[in-house]
């Protein structure tokens, strides 16, 4: 099993339209947890942090469950710019970041 | 601050031949590493650092070699190329392991290997 699942997608969502992403994690001693996103040959870039308490970013709203060990991303009102590859990453502390390979956004106009 | 930078942007090599991936960050952070990313694999560790003069193996490093003499800098080399080391290679860095900081990645080398 791999440390780190998510749907590989895509995801064809209409403009405008909420989407939902998720991620499960295997280590129950994941410590920190992260979304990043990456543009067609372009490097991955820090979305944002994902807290227990969950967290919110305009339109970009995060969620953890460490009990069923799962992380959302949830997007609402899909942008024609938001289309891109959503990377959910885990850090088990004083070892590399684990990175998901990803899910893939295509919005449509 | 330029952050992390990577070169060169593109290479081509022959079978056999050896070169060096530069990556160097301005941002004094601790923790750097390599990763490899391919169609459909997503990003594949290579090597890792989590300080000057401390470097670790990652989940494929075989054909490759790291070191970490300063701080800013983490150079990767290939000994002998191989066209199964055709990829996109990314450098990143962090301030320190431990902490709840993301990572920051280079812009990427595009290597291919014929």
């Known amino acids: 099993r791999k440390e780190v699942e998510q749907d590989p997608g895509p995801f064809n969502v209409p403009e405008g339209a909420t989407v939902a992403f998720n991620c499960t994690y295997s280590?129950?001693?994941?410590?920190?947890f992260f979304w990043y996103r990456q543009d067609c040959r372009k490097e991955p870039k820090l979305l944002m942090s994902?807290?227990?308490s969950g967290n919110e970013d305009g339109r970009f709203t995060a969620q953890l469950n460490r009990a069923s060990q799962y992380i959302s991303l949830l997007i609402r009102d899909s942008k024609l710019s938001d289309s891109a590859t959503y990377l959910c990453?885990?850090?088990?502390?004083?070892?590399?970041?684990?990175f998901g390979k990803g899910t893939r956004l295509s919005v449509i106009a | 601050n330029a952050g992390v930078t990577q070169t060169p942007k593109f290479q081509v090599l022959k079978t056999g031949q050896s070169m060096t991936l530069q990556c160097a960050q301005d941002?004094?952070?601790?923790?750097m590493s390599w990763y490899r990313q391919d169609p459909g694999m997503g990003l594949r560790l290579i090597h890792y650092?989590?300080?000057?003069?401390?470097?670790d193996q990652g989940e494929v490093p075989n054909g490759y070699n790291v070191s970490r003499s300063t701080t800013e800098d983490f150079p990767l080399r290939l000994l002998s190329a191989a066209p199964s080391q055709t990829s996109v290679y990314f450098c990143?860095?962090?301030?320190?392991?431990?902490?709840?900081?993301?990572?920051?990645f280079g812009s990427g080398t595009r290597l291919t290997v014929v």
């Open positions: 990453v885990v850090n088990r502390g004083n070892t590399p970041l684990v």
């Open positions: 994902v807290y227990s």
């Open positions: 650092s989590v300080g000057a003069g401390i470097t």
């Open positions: 990143a860095s962090r301030p320190r392991p431990g902490t709840s900081d993301g990572y920051t």
């Open positions: 280590n129950s001693a994941s410590q920190s």
């Open positions: 941002m004094n952070h601790e923790y």
